[in-house]
């Protein structure tokens, strides 16, 4: 098939010169400032139980972010022992229903919760959560990087070798 001024790909499908069609759109700035803004609502947080922090029992670590005016997720708690808690629950259902590019994961920025927009104010809301039963929204956001390549499948781990009986 002629591509890209008559020349064409050796394979018949795909850009010549081994260049992909997300590079060459990158090339050009079309896949820039790409980003992906979600609301994440968490009717209940009355589940939570101890952790080691308020914020904790929501399921998620937060930090500042690198201007000082929002939050980032720092670490999600882990499915099997953190499964209780609303941030980690929200994530399940996420996948449950094949959305799993709205789960909250660790670089996430929060630019909302309940409304509040401010640093401390956005704290103040994630301690009163954790400490009463109260609904919870999240506005979310994150950078989307190479939206139109497959990302690389993981390496599979080698198989243990048969136990001696």
Not at 20 to 46: C, I, M, V, W
Not at 83 to 92: A, C, F, G, S
Request: net charge neutral; hydrophobic share 35%.
């Amino acid at each position: 098939t002629p591509l890209l001024g008559g020349r064409s790909s050796s394979s018949g499908h795909g850009v010549a010169g081994g260049a992909t069609q997300a590079s060459l759109l990158r090339g050009r700035g079309d896949l820039k400032n790409a980003r992906l803004e979600f609301q994440a609502e968490l009717p209940d947080t009355s589940s939570v139980h101890l952790r080691a922090s308020a914020i904790e029992r929501l399921g998620f670590r937060v930090r500042p972010d690198a201007d000082k005016t929002g939050l980032r997720v720092k670490a999600i708690g882990d499915e099997f022992r953190a499964r209780d808690t609303p941030i980690v629950e929200y994530n399940l259902r996420q996948e449950r229903f094949r959305r799993p590019l709205y789960k909250i994961t660790p670089g996430d920025r929060i630019r909302k919760v309940n409304g509040s927009e401010t640093f401390s104010d956005m704290i103040r809301e994630l301690h009163w959560a954790s400490d009463h039963e109260s609904e919870l929204r999240l506005s979310l956001e994150r950078d989307l990087f190479d939206v139109l390549e497959v990302p690389p499948q993981p390496a599979c781990l080698p198989h243990a070798p048969p136990l001696e009986g």
